[in-house]
């Protein structure tokens, strides 16, 4: 099992820098506002021969109960009690503060290891910061800039004298190329849930979890970081990313704001299937139809969950009525399947994760050869391309060149002459005969070379 550290202290005093410096990417905010981060992330850390799991952490603070201050604590000592050691990290430019003295005995009663670490310790001013924090009793200072990479040396070495001695490596996990598609078929699928703000996101994750996983609050815009979150459901593996809500690019001003929302959309790019969250009351609103625009057009898997259904007066057909009306809106996805749920209460949930699983499905899905030639014919035969300056458009022949989502290359003379109107009927009656409901489905034209090309034009 993998040796587990949290990263602790204060607000502002570097945690998510030194957590993204040691995962080696950028998963954590960083901002020089203070209580960027708010809930705990995990990431699979290295250091030179270390490998070891690390917790990111909202900063320690003190808050009244009940209060999303007192939440955002709670979260930090969930972290605590789940790690095998601590890092302590001091401002070494701004020296000891009664908040850092207040949680260094927090951490000790943690009876936890701990490595107290001195960070933005470059320069003279973060020297003097460094030796004042002897005065904590947790130790001698390791003196970093998560920020520049320097004294990473000397965390190396402060981390191996905590650790377990690892045995020698077994064989190594085999690349992606190498592994078959039964082998894949058991990996996590990774799943986005994305919409506007105070949709619920992070209430249905802490349903799935059977745990308050994730911080979660009336107030809109709680969630800040992209967090990733591992669920088994019914023997399947997630990989269930909760992101930031989306608001009209207008209405976002805010840096940390900007920052949240292309953390989402990175988080949208690494999913398989999408899951955007509608509140049931406000459903179909104009960001809603953006945010579906932005998966269809990421080429993801998509599943549209109406939340807060406890809140909806029942009346009959109303599902019905929510499948009619994405068809409506949504045309680019049609068929895309429509969940109602409510992640407070806990209802739709094996519904919605049954949709995750089928969509995730089609979005993998290869057509045997055979079967689409013969559609292919019947389909032009049915409604034949139009004329285009009094001449015939002549499609050759399509093949699926890949899926992920499910994509093919038509062959054809003048590709730039064929209407938009047209590739979406083929498209249409794609998703229809080979039932690829609410899946992106992408038609690339290709113009069939001409075997003539070559040879010259005599003179006249």
């Known amino acids: ?116 670490i001195a960070n933005k310790a470059e320069g003279k001013h ?40 690892t045995p020698e490596a077994e064989d190594e996990v085999e690349d992606d190329a190498d592994i078959s598609e039964e082998e894949a078929a058991l990996r996590p699928i990774r799943v986005a849930i994305v919409g506007r703000p105070n949709a619920g996101k992070s209430t249905l994750i802490n349903h799935l979890l059977g745990e308050e996983r994730l911080l979660t609050s009336p107030e809109a815009g709680t969630t800040r970081d992209s967090i990733a979150v591992e669920i088994t459901w019914q023997g399947r593996a997630f990989r269930v990313f909760d992101t930031a ?12 704001e900007k920052l949240s929302v292309a953390d989402a959309l990175r988080a949208v790019r690494f999913a398989e299937v999408v899951v955007l969250m509608m509140d049931a009351q406000n459903k179909f609103e104009e960001q809603d139809l953006r945010i579906a625009d932005l998966i269809e057009r990421e080429g993801r898997a998509i599943v549209l969950a109406v939340n807060k259904w406890d809140l909806v007066e029942r009346k009959p057909n109303q599902i019905s009525a929510l499948r009619s009306d994405a068809d409506h809106w949504l045309p680019q996805v049609k068929g895309v399947p429509v969940v109602a749920v409510s992640g407070l209460m806990g209802e739709g949930i094996d519904r919605l994760m049954t949709a995750i699983q089928e969509a995730y499905a089609i979005w993998n899905r290869r057509l045997p050869t055979s079967a689409l030639n013969r559609w292919f014919e019947q389909a032009i035969q049915a409604n034949p391309p139009p004329a285009v300056s009094g001449r015939r458009l002549k499609l050759n022949y399509i093949t699926q060149v890949k899926a992920r989502p499910p994509s093919f290359v038509l062959f054809c003379s003048r590709a730039d002459a064929i209407p938009q109107s047209y590739l979406r009927y083929l498209t249409n009656s794609l998703r229809e005969t080979f039932e690829l409901p609410g899946t992106p489905v992408r038609i690339t034209l290709r113009e069939k070379a001409n075997p003539f090309a070559h040879k010259r034009k005599r003179p006249s």
């Open 1 to 116: 099992m993998s040796f587990t550290i949290a990263i602790i202290g204060r607000p502002n005093v570097g945690k998510s820098t030194l957590f993204n410096r040691l995962v080696g990417q950028k998963l954590a905010l960083v901002d020089d506002e203070p209580g960027v981060t708010r809930d705990r992330r995990e990431g699979q850390a290295r250091l030179y021969d270390l490998d070891f799991t690390i917790i990111d952490t909202a900063g320690l603070d003190e808050g009244a109960k009940g209060s999303l201050t007192a939440r955002m604590q709670e979260q930090t000592e969930t972290a605590i009690a789940l790690a095998d050691a601590l890092m302590f990290v001091i401002d070494a430019r701004v020296g000891l503060t009664p908040t850092d003295r207040a949680f260094a005995d927090f951490a000790r009663k943690a009876n936890k290891p701990v490595v107290l």
């Open 126 to 165: 973060g020297e003097i910061g460094a030796m004042e924090s002897y005065a904590l009793g947790l130790g001698d200072p390791v003196q970093i800039s998560a920020e520049h990479g320097e004294g990473m040396g000397d965390l190396h070495e402060a981390l191996s004298a905590l650790m377990p001695e």
């Open 245 to 256: 809500g989306l608001r009209r690019r207008s209405r976002i001003e805010e840096k940390l």
